[in-house]
């Protein structure tokens, strides 16, 4: 017996709980793959299309020192705690080393696994499998790109005004002098 | 209208037990009396069904009625939802899944690209050249059994043996001894990955630095494991040698590798001061693969600088005397070796062992032209030959064949 308030108290700390899960297309017919599973369910909205309902994510877990973050990149249910997980489908180390590489690994075969499932990813999982070529490209990875491109671009205007001043103040002093 | 008779007497039941409880108030329970459903032949769900279904009926006959259009419409769009093949039996609509398949089924086999292939060198494969550096090493039971420095040494044994089992235990010697004096393969330099896969210009400048993807797939060899590059500039390519080797042996590390490169390789002075030629050769075995450049260029090296300095006592009777042969037979510089057999070892088989060698290899030479028939020749023919044509240190290698010429032939190979 577990008393009604503790339960209240529980649900309110928990709060990740409430939040809703995410939708995923499924193939047509493929409904058969997933009829032994109870976790997830095949439902269909009033258009006819149907969808996967599931919990499970790939996301990436901190881990790692002060200063010094490493990821896992993992399965894991959406209501839980950041670094908990039922699988671990590869690494991420986002500090560059001596030849000013990112090293990051991928179990190519467990990620197709379980996005056929019905897996949510996260949004610098997509960066990743874009970038490796395994997916399309993530449209937020380029509007990033050119905000950069943008800003640097204003940057080096702004310098080259900076010297541009300074060169036409050393040739007055010399003049002057 | 048994149908509708079950539905009353629910309702009935329903009125009968949910409202007669304490907290209820006085409308917990609607109240529905027969008058209700006197008008309705049923529930409005199920006329609209009933009415669909005589209506489709009707349409197939031919019969017409007023919003035909509409069912049609709401029926046509429902067609998806069907499947595309009528089941007769519920075994075919939910098949039995190979649960092996799906999983290992497809995995990430990522071939080389094409013209990349492991190459050994053609000339050290042939069978007569093995034999030949085989018997050139030689056999010491002292120096291939040796104490090594680390190993746990066993106290030694004394067991009384009959012939036979003497005869089986020399057996097993011979392929110890094989093992021990097997050769590192001489192999042909690989040659640079060049691929690239895509070309994402919206991409540049998104970083500073070089992004690297493996593969972690569990059971593939590291020859068929993918890696990908994604440079700054939005790039896509293959990695290539050293990028690969760097990242297996993050993953897939192995005893006695390293990840960054020890300096003794560029500045060997004091190691070779102190002869540990054998220990560099060992080293260079255990950290580098035998196609990538730094093995040959290494072992290149080590060679060299034996053959200045003529220590080739060092690696007699070791399985990287063979490579050391080879390497010289190649490049056409057996003379430093001609003279350590004849003057050191006095030995005019190993002699003629080596000129046969280097006219294997070097078949276009004048020694190899003149000396068609290499069985029927003596050794002292066979080198004579080889010093006549195409020595360097013509004068030194004449005298040391004088004293084979000298002593007789039944003392020659005592």
């Given at each position: 017996?577990?008393?009604?308030?503790?339960?209240?108290?529980?649900?309110?700390?928990?709060?990740?709980?409430?939040?809703?899960?995410?939708?995923?297309?499924?193939?047509?017919?493929?409904?058969?793959?997933?009829?032994?599973?109870?976790?997830?369910?095949?439902?269909?909205?009033?258009?006819?299309?149907?969808?996967?309902?599931?919990?499970?994510?790939?996301?990436?877990?901190?881990?790692?020192?002060?200063?010094?973050?490493?990821?896992?990149?993992?399965?894991?249910?959406?209501?839980?705690?950041?670094?908990?997980?039922?699988?671990?489908?590869?690494?991420?180390?986002?500090?560059?080393?001596?030849?000013?590489?990112?090293?990051?690994?991928?179990?190519?075969?467990?990620?197709?696994?379980?996005?056929?499932?019905?897996?949510?990813?996260?949004?610098?999982?997509?960066?990743?499998?874009g970038l490796?070529?395994?997916l399309p490209l993530d449209p937020?990875l380029l509007?990033?790109?050119?905000?950069?491109?943008?800003?640097?671009?204003?940057?080096?205007?702004?310098?080259?005004?900076?010297?541009?001043?300074?060169?036409?103040?050393?040739?007055?002093?010399?003049?002057?002098? | 209208?048994?149908?509708?008779?079950?539905?009353?007497?629910?309702?009935?039941?329903?009125?009968?037990?949910?409202?007669?409880?304490?907290?209820?108030?006085?409308?917990?329970?609607?109240?529905?009396?027969?008058?209700?459903?006197?008008?309705?032949?049923?529930?409005?769900?199920?006329?609209?069904?009933?009415?669909?279904?005589?209506?489709?009926?009707?349409?197939?006959?031919?019969?017409?009625?007023?919003?035909?259009?509409?069912?049609?419409?709401?029926?046509?769009?429902?067609?998806?939802?069907?499947?595309?093949?009528?089941?007769?039996?519920?075994?075919?609509?939910?098949?039995?899944?190979?649960?092996?398949?799906?999983?290992?089924?497809?995995?990430?086999?990522?071939?080389?690209?094409?013209?990349?292939?492991?190459?050994?060198?053609?000339?050290?494969?042939?069978?007569?050249?093995?034999?030949?550096?085989?018997?050139?090493?030689?056999?010491?039971?002292?120096?291939?059994?040796?104490?090594?420095?680390?190993?746990?040494?066993?106290?030694?044994?004394?067991?009384?043996?009959?012939?036979?089992?003497?005869?089986?235990?020399?057996?097993?010697?011979?392929?110890?001894?094989?093992?021990?004096?097997?050769?590192?393969?001489?192999?042909?330099?690989?040659?640079?990955?060049?691929?690239?896969?895509?070309?994402d210009?919206l991409l540049?400048?998104?970083?500073?630095?070089?992004?690297?993807?493996?593969?972690?797939?569990?059971?593939?060899?590291?020859?068929?494991?993918?890696?990908?590059?994604?440079?700054?500039?939005?790039?896509?390519?293959?990695?290539?040698?050293?990028?690969?080797?760097?990242?297996?042996?993050?993953?897939?590390?192995?005893?006695?590798?390293?990840?960054?490169?020890?300096?003794?390789?560029?500045?060997?002075?004091?190691?070779?001061?102190?002869?540990?030629?054998?220990?560099?050769?060992?080293?260079?075995?255990?950290?580098?693969?035998?196609?990538?450049?730094?093995?040959?260029?290494?072992?290149?090296?080590?060679?060299?600088?034996?053959?200045?300095?003529?220590?080739?006592?060092?690696?007699?009777?070791?399985?990287?005397?063979?490579?050391?042969?080879?390497?010289?037979?190649?490049?056409?510089?057996?003379?430093?070796?001609?003279?350590?057999?004849?003057?050191?070892?006095?030995?005019?088989?190993?002699?003629?062992?080596?000129?046969?060698?280097?006219?294997?290899?070097?078949?276009?030479?004048?020694?190899?032209?003149?000396?068609?028939?290499?069985?029927?020749?003596?050794?002292?023919?066979?080198?004579?030959?080889?010093?006549?044509?195409?020595?360097?240190?013509?004068?030194?290698?004449?005298?040391?064949?004088?004293?084979?010429?000298?002593?007789?032939?039944?003392?020659?190979?005592?």
């Amino acid at each position: 017996m577990v008393r009604l308030s503790w339960l209240l108290l529980e649900r309110v700390r928990n709060f990740r709980k409430l939040q809703t899960t995410r939708e995923r297309l499924v193939a047509r017919n493929a409904e058969c793959l997933f009829a032994g599973d109870e976790n997830i369910q095949v439902y269909s909205k009033l258009d006819g299309v149907p969808r996967l309902k599931n919990q499970y994510a790939i996301r990436l877990a901190k881990h790692g020192c002060p200063n010094r973050p490493f990821y896992h990149i993992v399965l894991a249910k959406t209501y839980d705690d950041r670094d908990t997980e039922i699988e671990q489908l590869g690494t991420y180390d986002p500090m560059p080393n001596i030849n000013n590489e990112k090293l990051c690994a991928l179990n190519f075969e467990r990620i197709k696994y379980h996005i056929a499932l019905g897996a949510y990813l996260t949004r610098p999982i997509r960066r990743l499998l874009g970038l490796s070529g395994f997916l399309p490209l993530d449209p937020t990875l380029l509007i990033f790109a050119e905000n950069l491109r943008r800003r640097k671009a204003i940057e080096q205007k702004i310098k080259s005004k900076e010297s541009e001043d300074s060169e036409e103040k050393t040739e007055t002093e010399k003049e002057v002098d | 209208m048994t149908t509708l008779l079950h539905r009353f007497t629910v309702a009935k039941l329903l009125r009968v037990a949910c409202c007669r409880s304490v907290y209820s108030g006085p409308e917990a329970y609607p109240v529905f009396s027969r008058q209700d459903f006197a008008e309705d032949d049923g529930t409005w769900e199920w006329k609209k069904l009933h009415n669909i279904r005589q209506r489709v009926v009707d349409i197939q006959n031919g019969i017409n009625h007023e919003g035909d259009k509409k069912i049609v419409d709401d029926e046509a769009r429902k067609v998806h939802l069907l499947p595309h093949k009528i089941y007769s039996k519920p075994e075919e609509y939910y098949p039995l899944t190979d649960v092996a398949k799906v999983v290992y089924g497809n995995k990430t086999k990522d071939p080389m690209p094409k013209g990349i292939k492991h190459k050994m060198d053609p000339d050290f494969i042939r069978p007569e050249v093995q034999d030949l550096l085989k018997s050139l090493t030689g056999r010491d039971p002292e120096i291939v059994f040796a104490e090594q420095t680390g190993l746990y040494t066993h106290m030694p044994r004394v067991r009384l043996l009959t012939t036979e089992q003497l005869n089986q235990e020399i057996k097993k010697m011979d392929e110890k001894f094989d093992e021990m004096l097997e050769m590192p393969p001489v192999m042909l330099e690989r040659e640079e990955i060049e691929e690239t896969i895509a070309f994402d210009e919206l991409l540049d400048g998104y970083e500073e630095g070089k992004l690297i993807f493996t593969d972690i797939t569990v059971d593939l060899k590291p020859d068929e494991r993918c890696m990908v590059v994604r440079e700054p500039t939005g790039l896509l390519r293959r990695a290539q040698w050293d990028e690969r080797d760097r990242a297996l042996g993050v993953y897939y590390p192995k005893r006695g590798r390293s990840l960054h490169k020890d300096p003794v390789f560029e500045n060997p002075q004091v190691a070779f001061k102190n002869q540990f030629h054998k220990n560099i050769l060992e080293r260079i075995l255990v950290e580098f693969v035998p196609d990538s450049k730094e093995f040959i260029h290494y072992t290149q090296m080590v060679y060299d600088e034996i053959d200045k300095e003529s220590q080739y006592d060092l690696l007699r009777s070791t399985r990287f005397f063979g490579g050391l042969a080879f390497y010289l037979a190649k490049h056409k510089s057996i003379d430093g070796l001609l003279k350590n057999i004849l003057e050191n070892k006095s030995s005019l088989p190993d002699a003629a062992d080596l000129v046969k060698l280097f006219c294997l290899i070097n078949n276009e030479s004048n020694t190899a032209k003149n000396l068609k028939d290499l069985n029927n020749c003596d050794d002292f023919r066979i080198v004579q030959v080889y010093v006549q044509n195409d020595a360097t240190m013509k004068k030194i290698l004449e005298l040391s064949l004088q004293t084979f010429q000298q002593i007789p032939q039944s003392a020659q190979n005592f």
